[in-house]
């Protein structure tokens, strides 16, 4: 039933080649990526083709809702590997909009188990419920909920031991909040980079989002 997918796979991996004989090779003896992507399990948002990077040239980290919840140890040991030992340059927190992970997160409904993952998005909903309410239902404000969620998550990374030790080590590490549109394909960039640990805690401490 998934034989096409295999055949797929010869096909690409035979034009990867003829393109460049060496790529495979080179691939298999480094990994040296500058940039940790944090994302979507969405099936819609395709890291590497996004901002068009080939295999190896981005560390991969998605779940629903592109969340960096600080207890997670799946998302600590991505971020703590590409980090201390990838030596990444760039962490991307990118949500989307239309994320059905936040639209689930918010819809007075129960869903079982995925109901706990997503509760920091309805924490979020509540922090900022004067904002969102006066926003219209449904797409505008589901919109907007995507943003604020990827800010959150941006301050969460950049508050993490992991990043707070590079910063203090003199390690070239910036942390940016980008959010993806499904319409056209475009990135935004919610311009909310944190470069150092003043810059977090000044993020921090400041009413947010900017």
């Given at each position: 039933?998934v034989k ?7 096909v690409?991996?035979?034009?990867k ?11 298999a ?29 981005l560390?991969?980290?998605r779940?629903?809702?592109n ?9 600590l ?14 962490v991307l927190?990118v949500?989307?909009?239309g ?16 109901d706990?993952w ?50 203090a080590?003199g ?7 980008w ?9 935004t960039d919610?311009?909310?980079?944190i ?11 400041a009413?947010?989002p900017r």
């Amino acid at each position: 039933m998934v034989k096409h997918l295999i055949d797929n796979n010869r096909v690409w991996s035979a034009a990867k080649t003829r393109v460049d004989p060496d790529f495979f090779r080179r691939l298999a003896n480094q990994q040296t990526p500058e940039y940790l992507w944090i994302g979507c399990s969405d099936s819609r948002v395709p890291a590497n083709e996004i901002v068009d990077l080939d295999p190896g040239e981005l560390f991969v980290h998605r779940n629903v809702a592109n969340l960096a919840p600080p207890q997670d140890a799946n998302y600590l040991s991505v971020l703590q590997y590409a980090v201390e030992v990838l030596k990444v340059k760039h962490v991307l927190v990118v949500g989307h909009y239309g994320c059905g992970g936040v639209a689930t997160a918010v819809d007075g409904h129960r869903h079982g188990l995925i109901d706990h993952w997503l509760h920091p998005i309805r924490e979020i909903y509540a922090e900022h419920k004067i904002e969102l309410e006066a926003l219209s239902e449904g797409t505008e404000r589901l919109n907007r909920l995507c943003e604020l969620n990827v800010l959150r998550q941006v301050r969460n990374v950049a508050a993490d031991v992991f990043v707070q030790d590079a910063w203090a080590n003199g390690r070239d590490l910036s942390v940016h909040g980008w959010v993806y549109s499904l319409n056209n394909g475009l990135v935004t960039d919610l311009n909310c980079t944190i470069t150092s640990a003043e810059e977090c805690e000044a993020f921090q401490a400041a009413s947010w989002p900017r």
